[in-house]
């Protein structure tokens, strides 16, 4: 039987994974680590709290001993690498947690697999021959585009924040722990996510939340820059493919084919509340506001998934129309709570 180790799954992307995944794989034993940050929310994990083949733990990817003895107790043999520090705004302000979470705590995890799965380099315990460890990164490793081309498996890494480069760093790491030591590992690069569940933080909740509360909707500069957004349920089912027909030691790039620039976001968002949650007089839009562009704002990022579709099969189900519809109507039902 599988016992998969999912970290960071009490925040935005891990806990609609938990929720798939759990449904699709009764079968598998879900261990979850989260240290429950200002990300991580156990309520995005009450639909699964009382699963069988679902346990959590509360605590920290750095915390050696801890991680040590989660794979011990639950004889822990594939891992989902999710947990990481996330907004660019706060890797600019405080960059020190960024280095330490994303680049130490994926050292831990992956050296602590290599050493409880294998005798040495290139030689796996007997019976632990197909674990693997999956690596869930994004598309900021690339750094920025113009106006044209996409991110491609073979894109030179150049990250331009804290937050790229200690992802860009975790990267590197665990394809050492693959050429060095023979580990079975995946690296998946995605662009932005959007769905439910995610922080207030973020942009697409922002507006939404900001527009509710009449508020000025803020946007970065002018709001040229340019997103690829991916589904979030896309995004957990190209995980799920990847961790199960994935090539030992390749890179997958999810992407959702759906670019966008800021300022279309805010005013699809609006139209969409124009219609489901009208103001009485005027519209949203009259909200949006522009502030002062973020440092080393990164112009436009945009996918090239045909890998991941041609080699295992995957694509994007929502396009952006359906998936900000949906996206829209789930932040109205729990800001309205």
């Known amino acids: 039987m599988k016992s998969i180790l999912i970290t960071g799954a009490a925040g935005f992307i891990g806990s609609n994974l938990v929720e798939y995944l759990l449904e699709k794989y009764p079968s598998y034993k879900f261990v979850v680590l989260d240290a429950l940050t200002y990300a991580g929310d156990l309520h995005n994990l009450k639909k699964v709290q009382d699963a069988k083949n679902f346990t ?14 989660i794979f011990q107790h639950y004889y822990i043999n594939n891992v989902l690498h999710l947990a990481a520090e996330s907004h660019v705004d706060n890797s600019i302000s405080d960059p020190g947690i ?8 994926t050292f831990t995890l992956i050296d602590v697999a290599y050493k409880y799965w294998m005798e040495k380099p290139f030689v796996f315990k007997t019976g632990f021959e197909n674990n693997r460890f999956l690596h869930v990164s994004t598309d900021e490793v690339y750094g920025t585009l113009g106006k044209t081309g996409l991110f491609t498996e073979q894109t030179p890494y150049a990250p331009n924040s804290p937050y790229s480069a200690s992802k860009a760093s975790s990267d590197f790491i665990v394809r050492s722990y693959h050429h060095t030591y023979g580990m079975n590992t995946i690296i998946t690069n995605c662009s932005n996510n959007y769905g439910p569940k995610q922080h207030d933080e973020k942009l697409i909740p922002t507006v939404i939340r900001k527009a509710l509360a009449g508020e000025q909707i803020p946007i970065y500069g002018d709001g040229s820059n340019v997103r690829d957004w991916l589904y979030v349920a896309d995004h957990c089912k190209g995980i799920d493919i990847a961790f199960h027909k994935g090539k030992s030691g390749e890179v997958y790039n999810i992407g959702g084919k759906n670019e966008q620039n800021n300022n279309y976001i805010a005013s699809k968002i609006c139209e969409l509340l124009d219609v ?23 112009f436009r990022y945009a996918i090239d998934a045909s ?16 998936g900000i519809e949906k996206t829209v109507k789930w932040y109205l039902e729990k800001y309205k709570e």
């Open 56 to 69: 959590f733990v509360n605590g920290n990817i750095c915390d050696r001993s801890l991680v040590e003895r």
């Open 98 to 105: 960024f280095i330490e979470t994303n680049v130490k705590g």
């Open 307 to 322: 890998k991941i579709e041609k080699d295992l099969g995957w694509k994007a189900d929502e396009n952006f129309d359906s």
């Open 276 to 298: 489901i949650h009208p103001l009485k007089k005027g519209s949203y839009k009259n909200q949006i506001t522009y502030v002062t562009d973020r440092a080393g704002h990164d």
